[in-house]
T-cell receptor, first 113, second 114 residues
Framework: AQSVTQLDSQVPVFEEAPVELRCNYSSSVSVYLFWYVQYPNQGLQLLLKYLSGSTLVESINGFEAEFNKSQTSFHLRKPSVHISDTAEYFCAVSGIGSYIPTFGRGTSLIVHP | GAGVSQSPSNKVTEKGKDVELRCDPISGHTALYWYRQRLGQGLEFLIYFQGNSAPDKSGLPSDRFSAERTGESVSTLTIQRTQQEDSAVYLC????????????FGPGTRLTVL
């Protein structure tokens, strides 16, 4: 079984500031890792994922996440946020060989002008 | 359709009534998932379909909850004798058949049990 902890329920930041959304997981097997984003009044959509290979993965809109096996973390970062990044962000983990991901509680990113 | 659709978008019902929630996945997606999202909480897995069969229904919270899928397409989640604690957003997602495939989510059905 896997579990996911998103340490912050809300992260308020000012526009153009850097941000880090934290995600830690536990698992007895190797994992796949995901970040999903839910914009206001929309469904969840995949932001980025780690399956294997390079531990640093990037999205098309400037977010990146680094898989750290020793710390069992997959923190999401962006060097400069925009108002349009305001959304709920969910970290998810899936054990290799499993079709069922486990989702964290979500972190609400609030970007202020 | 272009994405996953769910109906109704909102449902208000009285305690004790039965409700049916519908999910139309992306055409060709063999995997279909149902989740529940309570206010301020993460996604709670309910059931997973591969084709029309449900190899994992471990997340269904009680025997009042059931789901079926037909034609490797539409799925219906049924909640019998609804209780106030069933109030939540019910999300459906579909994906291809491989492991670690991206899940495509519908907009959800917001269920309120009075």
């Amino acid at each position: 079984a896997q579990s996911v902890t998103q340490l912050d329920s809300q992260v308020p930041v000012f526009e153009e500031a850097p941000v880090e959304l934290r995600c830690n997981y536990s698992s007895s097997v190797s994992v796949y890792l995901f970040w999903y984003v839910q914009y206001p009044n929309q469904g969840l959509q995949l932001l980025l994922k780690y399956l294997s290979g390079s531990t640093l993965v990037e999205s098309i809109n400037g977010f990146e996440a680094e898989f750290n096996k020793s710390q069992t973390s997959f923190h999401l970062r962006k060097p400069s946020v925009h108002i349009s990044d305001t959304a709920e962000y969910f970290c998810a983990v899936s054990g290799i060989g499993s079709y069922i991901p486990t989702f964290g509680r979500g972190t609400s990113l609030i970007v202020h002008p | 359709g272009a994405g996953v659709s769910q109906s109704p978008s909102n449902k208000v019902t009285e305690k004790g009534k039965d409700v049916e929630l519908r999910c139309d996945p992306i055409s060709g997606h063999t995997a279909l998932y149902w989740y529940r999202q309570r206010l301020g909480q993460g996604l709670e897995f309910l059931i997973y379909f591969q084709g029309n069969s449900a190899p994992d229904k471990s997340g269904l919270p009680s025997d009042r909850f059931s789901a079926e899928r037909t034609g490797e397409s539409v799925s219906t989640l049924t909640i019998q004798r609804t209780q106030q604690e069933d109030s939540a957003v019910y999300l459906c997602a579909s994906s291809g058949s491989g492991l670690a495939n991206e899940q495509f989510f519908g907009p959800g059905t917001r269920l309120t049990v009075l």
